[in-house]
């Protein structure tokens, strides 16, 4: 992104933000309540409850971290960089603990090779990471981020990203009384 892209996102989004996010706000805040209700619960549960095939030592921390920073940004792009991060940083950390566990028969296969995730090892982790953030108005998040994010991050990586992201936080507020 150059200069002038930012400039101009900063300077229209600094009069469009607050207005618009009142409405996106208003409009999501019982579905923001009751993943907050669940996310208290969720965040007390292990990493096999959401049954992470290869769970980490360090409970997904530097991705919990980027999510976090979503709130700090206050540019669409911005906040997609963290989300881009926060995956980045799932997949980096999953494959040096394979590397460091590389002796352990659990985190290889019959032949020794390192395992890889998989797209169904992803939303586990996310459901895990988002239940572990400090986010409070995820679905207010959510909404705000589809709606003012240019189209051409609305594809590809940064909208599968978004998307499972979006699953995540679903599943966590559809989730009644998670055992």
Sequence with gaps: RDGIET????LLLSTLKPKRWAVIHKQHSAGDEAFRKNRVIFSQKSQ????IRFPSPSDW???VCWLDQVEDESLPWAKAECIVNMFT????LFEKEQIDAASSVANSNKDGELMVLSGDDILPIVIFVVSRSKLRQMLSFLAY????ILPDY???QVGYYLTVLSS???YIKLTSSPQ
């Design 145 to 148: 981020q589809w709606e003012l």
């Design 7 to 10: 400039a101009l996102e900063t």
């Design 168 to 170: 995540a936080v679903e």
């Design 89 to 92: 940083s799932i997949f980096l």
């Design 48 to 51: 096999a409850f959401f049954g």
């Design 154 to 156: 609305q594809t590809g």
């Design 61 to 63: 921390h530097h991705a």
